[in-house]
Nanobody
């Protein structure tokens, strides 16, 4: 099993920045990919960014150039650096870890961007 705990969400004005963290524990050596998803009220949960064990990253078009996903393997922590935030970025952000046979989610952290 893997446990994921997000932190770093909050309220920020449009144009501001936030950094989300996802601390992983448990069978972290079995993780093959980690990602950030987000879900706005009344909408489906959407993929924001992924990072593979080899460091390869991928981003949703809506966040390219503004968000950066990274991992610190020594700290077993994944990050999402967000700049130039927009009101449309308001959502609950979830950490996700994929293993060979399972996948795990964090509890989510709220990001609210005011106009």
């Amino acid at each position: 099993q893997v446990q994921l705990v997000e932190s770093g969400g909050g309220l920020v004005q449009a144009g501001g920045s936030l950094r989300l963290s996802c601390a992983a524990s448990g069978s972290i050596s079995s993780i093959t990919l980690m990602a950030w998803y987000r879900q706005a009220p009344g909408k489906q949960r959407d993929l924001v960014a992924t990072i593979r064990n080899d460091g390869t990253t991928n981003y949703a078009d809506a966040v390219k150039g503004r968000f950066t996903i990274s991992r610190d393997n020594a700290k077993s922590t994944m990050y999402l650096q967000m700049i130039s935030l927009k009101p449309d970025d308001t959502a609950v952000y979830y950490c996700y870890a994929r293993l060979v046979f399972n996948a795990y989610w964090g509890q989510g952290t709220q990001v609210t961007v005011s106009s």
